[in-house]
């Protein structure tokens, strides 16, 4: 079966706009979630509170929706 497309698989550019609905929401669960602890992992290594801030954003908002795992949330 190597090269051929299953019709039941989305096509590579649809995947990512197909999964958005789910992937939308979760990434700000993961974004609300990991908030408290990237705000205490740049107080305890000495940065600044913005950067831990930044760093939930970044690992919430968008990569969850660029990743499409079905697992980004266990």
């Known amino acids: 079966m190597t090269g051929e497309k299953s019709p039941d698989q989305p096509e590579a550019d649809f995947a990512l706009i197909s999964n958005l609905k789910c992937d939308i ?6 974004f609300l979630v990991s908030i408290p602890l990237s705000l205490g ?3 305890a290594s000495g940065a600044p509170l913005f ?4 760093t939930g ?3 919430g908002l968008v ?3 660029i990743s499409n795992s ?3 949330i266990s």
């Open 70 to 72: 079905a697992l980004g």
């Open 51 to 54: 950067a831990g801030l930044i």
């Open 41 to 43: 992992i740049a107080l």
């Open 63 to 65: 990569v969850a929706p």
């Open 25 to 30: 929401p979760a990434g700000i669960a993961v």
């Open 57 to 59: 954003i970044i690992g």
